[in-house]
């Protein structure tokens, strides 16, 4: 589960302040610049399936860098790529651990900045997995230890200098323009630094990705629910990181942001009024922003796929049936509840030449979800003329707290 533009430093504004030429030692390029690889978190579960798609569809002159945790995926992967029709020299497996579990590359690893020379420095943030201040899912000391180290490993291996930050920070809760831009989400950012004032964050912020405007969002989409505050309504939970930017909001270019907007036809589903509440929020504070040139945004709303559900019940057997006792009063062994996804069409991947976006519908799907393929599709046609747009059927990630993005991580070039 996961919860689971080089910019040149030359000071001729001579009133500029020391805490603006700190930020710009780094920038963080958007995503849809020049990538020299793309990294892919792979377990040996139903989610390689996924991204064997992604990197079937990649441009060729894109590296892969497969992250996996031990030998045996390893292996498994070469293996299933070579009857894919992958060529070895196309990609790279870098192997973490064969003890323990790799963490989501996009949330725990690797973020790659851009130094004011043009070459490239990885940043390792604090780590805390996804907010749980007091280790309520009881993750061993050493896991939490090596996933809070899994960004300067990776740099080490790479031989690239490190940016640490005490901030927790993590990948899928950063979106960037190139222009200066920065979005953020209060329930999620606020969450994870309970010590830090606004002010503070918002310093560090700029230190480390080199922007000069924050747009703080208030709360994610309801199927992206917080992990350890599951309960969306009733019986209904969701298995999230409680409200990661790469759900519900996204950058197309350096004016044109996306946000996820239910239609008034699937407001009828309590997710969905929820979601739409939330959305409605963030999008006033999107029209009412000015950047520090004065310019305001276009936003363009972006459906959200009809909900989906899985019935179980609650297990006394299993530790999570236990703590879903303790933590709700209301339920009982044996009560029905429902998961439903962390699904969006904003979790998408930015390549190359490429740009992958879900796509949901299939057989036994209302022909709304095949209507609504379609209309994300011609969106990111009508912004990216220039790219082919592959569409990707993201569920089985989706199911594991996340999607695409959240199993990917973009490294760009060194300049």
């Not at 994300?376 to 594991?400: C, G, K, S, Y």
Request: with cysteine.
């Amino acid at each position: 589960m996961r919860p689971l533009t080089a910019l040149l430093f030359i000071p001729l504004v001579f009133g500029c302040s020391t805490q603006e030429r700190e930020a710009r030692e780094y920038v963080l390029p958007a995503e849809w610049e020049p990538h020299e690889a793309v990294w892919f978190s792979y377990y040996g579960d139903v989610t390689d399936t996924v991204l064997d798609k992604v990197v079937l569809a990649m441009d060729t002159a894109t590296l892969v860098v497969c992250a996996v945790e031990g030998d045996s995926v390893a292996r498994s992967i070469a293996l299933r790529w070579d009857s894919l029709g992958i060529p070895r020299h196309r990609y790279r497996i870098n192997l973490l651990s064969d003890t323990m579990p790799g963490p989501t590359v996009r949330d725990a690893g690797p973020i790659f900045l851009r130094q004011r020379d043009g070459t490239l420095a990885v940043l390792d943030p604090d780590w805390n997995y996804y907010g749980d201040h007091a280790n309520i899912i009881e993750s061993p000391p050493a896991v939490l230890a090596y996933e809070d180290s899994f960004p300067t490993m990776i740099a080490r291996r790479l031989g690239l200098p490190v940016v640490r930050s005490n901030m927790v920070i993590e990948g899928g809760a950063v979106e960037v323009n190139g222009a200066g831009t920065l979005l953020q989400v209060e329930a999620v950012t606020m969450q994870r630094n309970p010590g830090w004032s606004r002010d503070s964050m918002e310093h560090e912020l700029k230190r480390v990705f080199g922007v000069r405007s924050i747009i703080w969002l208030k709360a994610g989409p309801a199927d992206d629910m917080w992990y350890l505050e599951p309960r969306i309504h009733g019986n209904v939970l969701n298995q999230g990181t409680g409200g990661h930017v790469d759900e519900f909001c996204r950058f197309v270019n350096d004016s044109t942001v996306l946000l996820a907007w239910p239609d008034d036809a699937d407001l009828g589903d309590s997710a969905q009024a929820l979601t739409r509440s939330r959305m409605e929020v963030n999008l006033r504070i999107l029209e009412q922003f000015r950047d520090h040139d004065g310019r305001s945004l276009n936003v363009v709303k972006v459906p959200t796929p009809e909900v989906e559900f899985h019935h179980t019940l609650v297990d006394t057997a299993r530790s999570y049936g236990r703590w879903l006792l303790t933590k709700y009063a209301d339920l009982s062994p044996g009560d029905s509840i429902s998961y439903i996804p962390a699904a969006s069409y904003l979790n998408l991947l930015f390549t190359n030449g490429r740009v992958f976006v879900p796509a949901y519908w299939h057989e036994g799907m209302p022909v709304s979800m095949k209507e609504k393929d379609a209309r994300v599709r011609a969106i990111l046609e009508a912004h990216f003329p220039d790219r082919t747009v592959v569409q990707v059927d993201p569920r089985a990630i989706n199911w594991q707290g996340g999607g695409v993005h959240c199993w990917t991580q973009q490294q760009p070039p060194s300049r």
